[in-house]
Nanobody
Framework: QVQLVESGGGLVQAGDSLRLSCAAS????????MGWFRQAPGKEREFVAA????????IYVDSVKGRFTISRDNAKNTVYLQMISLKPEDTAVYYC????????????????WGQGTQVTVSS
């Protein structure tokens, strides 16, 4: 079992950058693939990015390719989401999630979730 805590959200202007962090508890972090999702008001939770257990493989939703980078530090039990060139449409609550399988893009497929961190991008 793993517990996840996100941080790093905030209010920024369009074009700015933010780095989200997700700290995981437990000694088995490296056995989990990690994902980032986001949910805007009135919308369903959507996939943003995922990274494999060893950090070698990564996938992104098309809308963030070239702007967002997912990474992890297994020694620190932390996964990151570096976001640049932020747009107002990136405004959402961002969640990290963990699962034993890599490549999952649907929220229902992930076993563990953090509480979320708000990202607001003003125009």
């Amino acid at each position: 079992q793993v517990q996840l805590v996100e941080s790093g959200g905030g209010l920024v202007q369009a074009g700015d950058s933010l780095r989200l962090s997700c700290a995981a508890s437990g000694r088995t972090f490296s056995s989990y693939a990690m994902g980032w999702f986001r949910q805007a008001p009135g919308k369903e939770r959507e996939f943003v990015a995922a990274i494999s257990q060893n950090g070698v493989s990564r996938i992104y939703v098309d809308s963030v390719k070239g702007r967002f980078t997912i990474s992890r530090d297994n020694a620190k039990n932390t996964v990151y989401l570096q976001m640049i060139s932020l747009k107002p449409e990136d405004t959402a609550v961002y969640y990290c999630a963990a699962d034993g399988d890599y490549g999952l893009v649907y929220p229902r497929e992930y076993d563990y979730w953090g509480q979320g961190t708000q990202v607001t991008v003003s125009s």
